[in-house]
């Protein structure tokens, strides 16, 4: 039986960015060496739970990132969490 808690989420990928993270006098920057184009999309259901807030998909959005769940991070944990952390 479907969750009634949960909602339609649409995603896009345009561009998969590989490169290197990099420190300097505290600020983080990221260089990107390579793009792929993708351009490939996905709906996947999600809610938003708990404190702090979780993000709950009901599948990955891709076999890379791999996770259903999502929260953020402090700002001094390692920059590349910044954006958000994988919790399963």
């Not at 490169?19 to 792929?36: A, M």
């Not at 702090?52 to 996770?67: C, N, Q, V, Y």
Request: negative net charge; proline residues 7%.
């Amino acid at each position: 039986m479907p969750d009634a808690n949960l909602v339609g989420l649409e995603v896009t990928r345009e561009w998969a960015l590989s490169g290197t993270w990099s420190v300097l006098d505290g600020v983080t920057r990221h260089q990107v060496e390579d793009r792929e184009p993708l351009g490939t999309g996905l709906t996947a259901a999600y809610r938003i739970t708990g404190d702090p807030p979780t993000l709950e998909l009901d599948r990955p959005i891709d076999a890379d990132l791999g996770g259903t769940r999502f929260a953020r991070v402090a700002r001094e944990a390692d920059p590349a969490l910044w954006h958000g952390i994988g919790l399963g």
